[in-house]
């Protein structure tokens, strides 16, 4: 590498190689499950019972739970059961909008009609047309019988764990071949504080948490647009760890972002448990070690590189989120700057610079000084 490609690589960002590719909202799946294809949900719910029990290990587990219960539906009973990570889900929210309705005795669960329902009728010739729309048990529960905002029906197996230990409730009902990731997260985490690294005088006082979602909504309240899009990505595949690429979608480079996604989509690894691994494992090994990514536990910080059209990234259990790609003028600004006025915030700037040199020259210089000054002989 030259010594002109050193320094453009430092003050510059050229990708050199274009990606013509899109990847769907679904993560790219490793090459053992592409071979493998999920397990479809059964109707038999003694079938999905024994499944989730030898998956959890039911008879070991003491924070696994499996709650059964009956549900009566227009003169029916149905055999169903929730299963969920005891200290993961709000116990309250449970009760009352989910074990509730679904027990509850009402008319509309005791009226004992017929299944179908007639929506139209015409007599023709004396003959009688009637429209009848058939009974569907999974769209009655979820439109009836199931009032929590956040609801998704789910067809395999794969998908209804990966509910439960993200810290989802998923419900199985007899006689349908589907189940239900019902969102209940309730878990402890830590409230939104003020940053212990990054601190400034003038400016918002407000760091990430170590929940992707907090940390999410951090960014959509500073950025008021419809065009910042983020999406979700699994790493590891044994953890699974979630991850939020975040870009605007009207000024970042779409070479950039595909860069971003086809690092992330073509990690093989097995465990991604902090940000800090994530930056050792996406950056390019350089000679001089020159970092290549920028992190930032200010929300406000983020958004400010969001909108000069970098990528961020945030993964779930770290308060820090990844800036890509990174300059060697990040490194010289403060998120004071911004909040100076323009001539003070330049001076800052220059002394900066200044310091930089004079930290990575002045030892050198200091060096070859001793080494050909003349030596005291007067001893």
Known sequence: ??????????????????????????????????NKKPEKIFPSIKVNKEYMQVKYNTLINSDIILRNFIINIRGKQYEAFILYIDGMVDSKIMNDFIIKPLMLKNKSNLYEGPQNKVVS????????????????????????????????????????????????????VDTINIAFDIELKGFKQRSVDKPNNEIIIKGPHEAFVEN???????????????????????????????CAVCYMQNITNEDLINEVKYRLHN????????????????VDSNILGIPE??????????????LSGRVLVIVNGTPYAIIMPAVIG????????????????????????????????????????????PRDTSN
Do not use: H, W
Request: aromatic letters at 8%; one cysteine or more.
């Open 1 to 34: 590498m030259s010594l002109k490609d050193v320094f453009n690589n430092l003050f510059s960002y050229n990708p050199e190689i274009e990606y013509n590719f899109s990847i769907s909202d679904n993560s790219v799946k490793n090459n053992d499950k592409e």
């Open 267 to 282: 990690l093989e690894i097995d465990s991604l448990l902090s940000a800090g691994e994530l930056e050792q494992l996406i």
């Open 330 to 373: 990040d490194f010289l600004t403060s998120s004071e700057d911004s909040n100076l006025k323009v001539n003070f915030g330049n001076f800052l700037r220059v002394l900066r610079v200044l310091a930089s040199f004079i930290t990575l020259l002045l030892p050198r210089a200091l060096c070859c000084n001793n080494k050909f000054s």
């Open 293 to 306: 990514v920028l992190s930032t536990e200010r929300p406000d910080k983020a958004c400010k590189y969001l």
């Open 212 to 242: 992707i979602r907090t940390n999410t909504s951090l960014i959509r309240r500073i950025i008021n647009n419809e065009n910042l899009i983020i999406e979700n990505v699994d790493v590891g595949k044994i953890t699974k760890t979630k």
């Open 121 to 172: 009728q015409a007599i023709t010739n004396n003959i009688t047309v009637k429209k009848v729309k058939k009974f569907n048990l999974a769209n009655y529960l979820m439109n009836s019988l199931i009032p929590q905002n956040s609801v998704k029906q789910v067809s395999t197996f794969e998908e209804a764990i990966s509910g439960i230990n993200s810290g989802n409730c998923a419900l199985f």
